[in-house]
């Protein structure tokens, strides 16, 4: 790994205690390390739970194309950048996720450092929301 990217893990993690937006732990981002991964998929696919996405919580570098995958689309599943608090869901109009209403297929590419959460407009009571940590590219140093 790169030292910068280190340092910028090792500030992610130092900052991480108390920090849990759309309920997304630090360990829920340690488990699906998908840094390695591209693109990353997020889809409310799971057998029986149309209410989850999958995965909810991700890590995944700068660069990275995430796909949102809507079932059956995002009419019945309104996606959202943004926080869910108190059951109330806070758009937020500068985060890279941005927002899908119509398609099944919300694709972007996330080249900015930072946590971006997201969440269903219409299921967030249900826990329908995830977020996603971007930390930056691994070796990306080595090809300088
Ligand atoms: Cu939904």
Redesign the pocket.
């Known amino acids: 790994m790169s030292s910068r990217g280190c340092v910028a893990l090792l500030l992610w993690a130092a900052a991480a205690p108390g920090h849990a937006l759309n309920n997304c732990l630090p360990g829920d981002f340690a488990n699906t390390d998908l840094r390695g991964s591209n693109p990353v998929v997020i889809a ?1 696919d799971s057998p029986g739970n149309p ?1 989850l996405y999958r995965p909810r919580c991700a890590l995944i570098a700068a660069g990275t194309t995430v796909i949102f995958r809507a079932v059956p689309n995002f009419g ?2 309104p996606l959202f950048a943004g926080t869910v608090s108190a059951g109330m869901g806070n758009f937020d109009p500068t985060s890279p996720i941005g927002s899908a209403n119509t398609g099944e297929e919300h694709s972007v590419v996330i080249n900015e450092i930072g946590e971006f959460p997201y969440f ?1 407009d ?2 967030l009571a249900s826990g ?1 929301f995830g977020s996603l940590m971007v930390v930056p590219q691994l070796f990306a140093d080595d090809f300088e």
């Open positions: 409310n209410f019945m599943h269903c219409f299921h329908m």
